[in-house]
């Protein structure tokens, strides 16, 4: 049989001689009701007198203030309420918040800086989970026929659009041995 939670620390004080004398009295007449408790008792008790005994070890006597503080010390600790727990963690954790917040720091930077890696290298992610649509090039018009009024039209929109209808029929009609230029059709436009 087990001893009785709220007392093994009082037993344990008991045996050691360090329990006041009304707690150690009350506890005396519960150990006679408690077949747990006594046995503990015993065991603690033994203890003790193991620990007395043992030859070796510097005989220090601890001054009753000492016994004092050991006993409120022991006191506070079993007044404490799973409220006073947790207002500590919040405290240790205030505490901690500065470590906390600079670790935070580094994380999001690192996240940031592979994230830009990752858009230089591949362009954004595509999510996988929406179809992507093809959308069809724009029909092109139909290549103009090289005529004058083709390029006075190209050439009156901007020298951009003249240059790009030039580009094009240059790439279709590529003469051999002859250069498109503007000066070129100019001059056979006049010989026409």
């Known amino acids: 049989m087990n001893p009785c939670s709220k007392n093994k620390r009082r037993i344990a004080w008991m045996a050691s001689g360090i329990l006041d004398v009304a707690d150690a009295e009350a506890l005396r007449q519960h150990l006679e009701s408690c077949p747990g408790c006594r ?6 008790s033994e203890l003790s007198e193991r620990l007395v005994n043992a030859s070796g070890l510097p005989q220090a006597e601890p001054t009753e203030s000492f016994h004092q503080k050991v006993v409120q010390k022991t006191r506070a600790q079993e007044s404490r309420t799973p409220f006073s727990d947790w207002l500590d963690t919040i405290q240790r954790l205030w505490a901690e918040r500065r470590l906390a917040t600079i670790s935070a720091g580094i994380a999001l930077g690192l996240v940031t800086l592979l994230l ?52 094009r029929q240059a790439a279709r009609n590529s003469f051999p041995s002859e250069t498109l230029t503007i000066s070129s059709l100019l001059k056979q436009s006049s010989d026409n």
Do not use: H, K, N
Request: hydrophobic content about 35%; aromatic content about 6%.
């Open 39 to 44: 046995r503990y008792w015993q065991s603690m």
């Open 116 to 167: 830009i890696q990752s858009f230089r290298r591949d362009g954004p992610p595509v999510p996988s989970e929406s179809p992507i649509a093809v959308v069809p090039e724009p029909a092109r018009p139909a290549a103009s026929p090289p005529t004058l009024a083709s390029y006075r039209r190209a050439a009156e929109r901007s020298l951009e659009s003249l240059d790009a209808l030039l580009t």
